[in-house]
């Protein structure tokens, strides 16, 4: 029944993502947090299709869609952050986006490094790619991910009003606890064989459990 977290959550993330745009938001910070609140649903409803993923490529379609949608909402995620107290110019949010473009040119071959594979605890990913561009993609990856920490902790320092300040730590302890040293570190782990992927995809055909198989998402089967 634990896989009903994700769509649970993806529900959660659309209601706000909905009650937003009721609310015709006029501000960039709004109108980023909207399409943040729609990457994040989508994300967390693909974690829920990869635990009832029938075979193979129906899990390696539910991986690609995780994929995206995870790591692209951290560009859209700093871009809310950094509009909260000022709004940028179109110039600015060009040079934000810079390495989520190159992420994006790169992700067929981010995909070609990644295993889909079953374990006793269902489908899985691991890291089997080692070139250049696979490192240049995760480092795109981390320029985010850094970004939105060191934003939320500047948006903190600045502040002089007490109840700013307050929802500003709480947002950065958030940030810190749950999204970089949880969800971030914990699928890194996953990914290089460091943590047991107990809270993976649960469902998986017998003969594919039996075979013990996997196909990497560059279409190469692995055996």
Same mark, same amino acid.
């Given at each position: 029944?634990?896989?009903?977290?994700?769509?649970?959550?993806?529900?959660?993330?659309? $209601?706000?993502?909905?009650?937003?745009?009721?609310?015709?938001?006029?501000?960039? @910070?709004?109108?980023?947090?909207?399409?943040?609140?729609?990457?994040?649903?989508?994300?967390?409803?693909?974690?829920?299709?990869?635990?009832?993923?029938?075979?193979?490529?129906? @899990?390696?379609?539910?991986?690609?869609?995780?994929?995206?949608?995870?790591?692209?909402?951290?560009?859209?995620?700093? $871009?809310?952050?950094?509009?909260?107290?000022?709004? #940028?110019?179109?110039?600015?949010?060009?040079?934000?986006?810079? =390495? @989520?473009?190159?992420?994006?040119? $790169?992700?067929?071959?981010?995909?070609? +490094?990644?295993?889909?594979?079953?374990?006793?605890? !269902?489908?899985?990913?691991?890291?089997? +790619?080692?070139?250049?561009?696979?490192?240049?993609? +995760?480092?795109?990856?981390?320029?985010?991910?850094?970004?939105?920490?060191?934003?939320?902790?500047?948006? #903190?320092? *600045?502040?002089?009003?007490?109840?700013?300040? #307050? *929802?500003?730590?709480?947002?950065?302890?958030?940030?810190?606890?749950?999204?970089?040293? !949880?969800?971030?570190?914990?699928?890194?782990?996953? /990914?290089?064989?460091? $943590?047991? =992927?107990?809270?993976?995809?649960?469902?998986?055909?017998?003969? /594919? /459990?039996?075979?013990?198989? !996997?196909?990497?998402?560059?279409?190469?089967?692995?055996?």
């Amino acid at each position: 029944m634990y896989e009903y977290q994700y769509l649970m959550a993806g529900s959660l993330s659309l $209601l706000v993502s909905l009650h937003i745009l009721v609310k015709r938001p006029k501000t960039p @910070a709004l109108k980023f947090l909207f399409l943040f609140g729609i990457f994040v649903s989508l994300w967390e409803v693909s974690a829920f299709l990869c635990t009832i993923a029938p075979d193979f490529f129906t @899990a390696i379609t539910f991986h690609i869609m995780l994929f995206f949608t995870s790591q692209f909402s951290f560009p859209i995620y700093l $871009l809310t952050v950094l509009n909260v107290r000022e709004k #940028r110019n179109t110039r600015f949010t060009f040079f934000v986006l810079i =390495p @989520a473009m190159i992420m994006l040119i $790169l992700f067929p071959e981010y995909l070609k +490094g990644i295993d889909i594979y079953p374990s006793e605890f !269902g489908w899985s990913y691991r890291v089997i +790619g080692d070139t250049p561009l696979f490192y240049v993609y +995760g480092f795109c990856l981390m320029i985010y991910v850094v970004g939105i920490f060191v934003v939320l902790l500047d948006l #903190r320092k *600045k502040t002089k009003q007490p109840l700013l300040k #307050r *929802k500003y730590t709480i947002l950065l302890l958030i940030y810190t606890l749950f999204q970089t040293a !949880g969800t971030f570190s914990t699928n890194m782990l996953i /990914a290089y064989g460091l $943590l047991t =992927p107990n809270l993976s995809c649960l469902l998986y055909t017998s003969d /594919a /459990a039996d075979e013990l198989d !996997g196909v990497d998402l560059g279409g190469r089967r692995i055996i």
